[in-house]
């Protein structure tokens, strides 16, 4: 079967279950709200931003600033680069399976990759790592060709001069490879020690390991500056929380997963597949999954920084070892090999699909910020003041500026795009507690757990509601929440719109609306509004 041939049905069965429910609803959570605002603005103030912020995903905001400036700014726009790329992260990975096993290893590689719950997520998410996902697989491609290459051009001798070009050749676009998705997210240089544990296994000539070694020098050093710029900006990834004893367990459970398969996919008598074969797949995929995630584990002893998307890439080599063990299994079960791999897929597609339809929910992801933005258009009237608590909340008025009209940010002193960050710079708290006594009416969008309350200007905020405001409503919906808030009415005076009721409560799917009430009792609801932990993403 043609190469092209038999990628095209894993990228196509990727392609399409990417595009199925793309835009989730017309929804979009904070991490993509952040690409949506940094890639409308020009050049010049985008450089502005990476100066103090974001320079680590500098190259992918660029990349969205140009995609929106040629197709317009969508939700599609926004999400269809992603599910591109892990189509094409697909075919690569069936053609490598396929190069190291055989054309069914490889058509199972790529239909388990597809399937896989955290690919699907990032496919249909407007941010780098599908595309750091599918320059792994070319790199991964590369290296298996160059290390071949190389072999037999040294073999050959003097005879093999055309392959030692060849061989150069795919060297050069191994390390560019590796270079470009360093430079969309650097921690994808922990695909570097994978390699090298894959050449360590293989033991393959000198010449082979020390073109790999200049390759990835190259690359490293390509990434130096941005690692250099990213490492005062640390303050990005402060929010990540300590590893805890679910990570470990998702983590643990994954590699069980790939040494299940690895064990399965294992040469045997009845398997008429040379050792050689078999072993190269192994020694690719193995370290490829374990090596980035145990790494990155590793460095999150030090500093917290261990999320599954920093290292997606590594899902690749579980679904190489995916692939091979249904191989494997199939020539155990001695039933031929396509018919078992429709089997299992259609199988793990049943299997998998309330996690899909959850995937492609509103709910699927951490938050909701054109919901909020919708609800603030609902509630809001021409001259309100309006905070953002945390700050880090602003982006629904930044993604969605209409629904704001009318109201008066209390906090801001200097805009995002004037102060060159991502939410702009608040006033003193001083400032704040003034400008939050000059109007009458106040709405909060806050996130839709325990408020946080972790600066100054934040702790200020929730003190003057608490004493000086009482709440007349609120909605708390797809992890964020829009409170409404009115001065406190002076002893003794009755003043219109405010209520004697109990709030009214009503829970529908997740929405909470409190009518106004009186202060007193507001007031020990509020009370909790002075702690709680940072709920927090990565922007």
């Not at 073109?211 to 710029?229: D, K, Y």
């Amino acid at each position: 079967m043609p190469r092209t041939t038999l990628a095209a049905g894993p990228a196509a069965f990727s392609l399409l279950l990417g595009l199925w429910g793309i835009t989730r609803e017309d929804s979009m959570w904070r991490d993509e709200a952040a690409t949506w605002q940094v890639a409308h603005r020009s050049i010049p103030e985008m450089w502005h931003l990476l100066d103090t912020a974001e320079v680590v995903h500098g190259l992918y905001y660029l990349f969205a600033h140009g995609i929106f400036a040629v197709f317009g700014d969508s939700l599609l726009a926004l999400r269809l680069p992603s599910v591109l790329a892990m189509a094409g992260a697909a075919a690569l990975i069936t053609l490598l399976a396929a190069r190291l096993a055989d054309p069914c290893t490889g058509l199972a590689t790529g239909l388990a990759f597809s399937l896989i719950p955290g690919v699907q997520q990032y496919a249909q998410e407007g941010r780098s790592y599908a595309l750091v996902t599918a320059c792994a697989a070319l790199a991964c491609l590369l290296l298996v060709e160059a290390m071949d290459a190389t072999g037999a051009s040294d073999t050959a001798g003097a005879t093999g001069a055309t392959g030692g070009r060849r061989g150069a050749g795919l060297w050069a676009a191994y390390g560019t490879t590796v270079l470009l998705a360093a430079l969309l997210n650097w921690f994808s240089l922990l695909l570097l020690p994978a390699h090298a544990v894959t050449l360590a296994l293989t033991r393959p000539p000198r010449a082979t390991a020390l073109r790999w070694g200049a390759a990835s020098c190259a690359a490293v050093l390509g990434t130096l500056p941005l690692i250099v710029a990213s490492k005062s900006q640390t303050g990005q990834v402060a929010w990540i929380p300590p590893v805890h004893r679910g990570t470990l367990l998702g983590l643990l459970l994954t590699l069980l997963a790939g040494a299940l398969c690895a064990w399965l996919a294992r040469p045997g008598k009845a398997l008429a597949v040379p050792r050689r074969d078999r072993a190269a797949l192994t020694t690719v995929a193995a370290p490829l999954l374990a090596v980035p995630q145990l790494l990155l584990l590793a460095a999150s002893l030090a500093q917290p920084v261990y999320l599954t998307r920093y290292v997606l890439f590594s899902y690749l080599g579980l679904a190489l070892l995916i692939g091979a063990a249904c191989r494997g299994l199939a020539l155990r079960l001695r039933t031929p090999p396509r018919r078992l791999i429709v089997a299992v897929t259609a199988l793990a597609f049943l299997w998998l699909l309330p996690v899909q339809l959850s995937l492609r929910a509103p709910a699927g992801r951490i938050d909701d910020v054109l919901a909020t933005a919708e609800e603030v258009a609902t509630v809001r009237e021409a001259g309100n003041g309006v905070l953002y608590i945390p700050a880090a909340r602003r982006d629904t008025a930044l993604v969605s500026p209409a629904a704001f009209t009318g109201l008066r940010d209390l906090a801001l002193v200097r805009d995002p795009l004037d102060s060159g960050t991502m939410n702009g710079v608040e006033g003193t708290p001083a400032q704040i507690a003034a400008a939050m006594l000059t109007v009458d009416r106040i709405l909060v969008v806050s996130d839709g757990g325990a408020p946080s309350a972790h600066t100054d200007r934040d702790r200020t905020k929730w003190r003057m509601l608490r004493e000086r405001f009482i709440r007349c409503s609120e909605v708390s919906e797809h992890g964020r929440r829009v409170t409404v808030y009115r001065p406190r009415p002076v002893r003794g005076r009755w003043q219109p719109g405010w209520s004697q009721r109990r709030p009214a409560v009503r829970d529908t799917m997740g929405r909470r609306r409190m009518a106004c009430s009186g202060g007193a009792e507001v007031s020990d609801l509020d009370a909790r509004h002075e702690g709680g932990e940072r709920v927090g993403g990565d922007a």
